[in-house]
């Protein structure tokens, strides 16, 4: 843990108890589907962007705890490979929000050490956010802090498709080159995934109550426990985030096997 805990949770509402959190158990990885934002919006008779940017300041604030408190791994789903369906004027105002959001906040997050690197097929983003990601990942790539990874254009069943298409590449050049290809299995397959060097989340927490997990981290979340909430995202805070790593916490992680 980088700060006291009090400096942390200032002023916990009631039911929420900050003392109960082991600040040795917290998890390495947590991932959260950020979701909600439209009817947030849609609550305060606003239009679905407005929600999104009002998700900014919860997500500042989840970073800033999360590191605070030693997460060593944080990835925020922010775009899938499905949301190019919806309406275009919301996709625009989306890639515009990450790229200047992104813009904004590198220097705050290289302050905190944070290093960022995204997930996801970016090469298909509009040029402005792929170079605003392509900056954040640059000045940060070499911090030793907590890793915050954006999934953005990401797609659990495109990474698998996308791992296994560079397996078959290995497979092709080794035929080529007169060597024995090497035989798939779980850590070969885990090495062409866009997460190959980061573990497996131990928390997924999902916003705005539903129970869904909408094409994330297919094959990561094998064992991850997961934590759903009803808040809305733009709501989300760190007594939020405490409140998910308490139940984390009185979680029996068996892994198949009996204790
Ligand atoms: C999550 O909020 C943000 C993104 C998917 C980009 P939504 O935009 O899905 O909000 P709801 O689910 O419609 O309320
Ligand atoms: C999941 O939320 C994607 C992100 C949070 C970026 P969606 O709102 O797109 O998921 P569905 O459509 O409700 O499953
Ligand atoms: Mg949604």
């Known amino acids: 843990m980088n700060k006291p805990l009090e400096c942390i949770f200032p002023n916990p509402p009631t039911g929420v108890d900050p003392t109960l959190?082991?600040?040795d158990a917290v998890p390495r990885h947590v991932a959260v589907i950020m979701d909600g934002n439209g009817r947030w919006a849609k609550e305060r008779g606003k239009n679905r962007l407005f929600g999104h940017k009002a998700?900014?300041?919860a997500v500042r604030e989840t970073i800033r705890c999360a590191s605070d408190l030693g997460v060593r791994y944080l990835t925020i789903y922010s775009f899938s490979s499905e949301n190019w369906k919806r309406p275009q004027d919301e996709v625009i105002g989306l890639m515009n929000l990450f790229a200047t959001t992104m813009l904004a906040e590198v220097d705050g997050l290289h302050e905190e050490h944070v290093r960022v690197m995204t997930i996801g097929r970016?090469?298909?983003l509009p040029k402005k956010t792929r170079d605003a990601f392509a900056k954040a990942w640059e000045k940060t790539k070499d911090n030793d802090g907590m890793t915050l990874?954006?999934?953005v254009n990401y797609g659990g069943r495109q990474e698998l498709l996308d791992a296994l298409s560079s397996y078959m590449d290995d497979v092709h050049a080794a035929l080529r080159e007169g060597r024995a290809p090497e035989e798939l299995s779980e850590e070969v397959l885990v090495r062409h995934l866009y997460t190959a060097d980061?573990?497996?989340p131990d928390l997924l927490i999902r916003t705005s109550g539903e129970m869904r997990v909408s094409n994330f981290l297919l094959w990561?979340?094998?064992y991850?426990?997961?934590v759903c909430t009803e808040v809305l995202w733009p709501d989300f805070n760190r007594y939020e985030l405490l409140r998910a790593l308490l139940e984390f916490q009185g979680r029996d992680r068996r892994f198949g096997a009996v204790k």
Request: charged share 25%; aromatic share 4%.
């Open 198 to 200: 980061i573990p497996d």
């Open 21 to 23: 959190l082991d600040v």
């Open 224 to 226: 991850s426990e997961f």
């Open 55 to 57: 998700g900014i300041d």
């Open 220 to 222: 990561q979340i094998a």
């Open 122 to 124: 970016v090469d298909a």
């Open 149 to 151: 990874v954006v999934a």
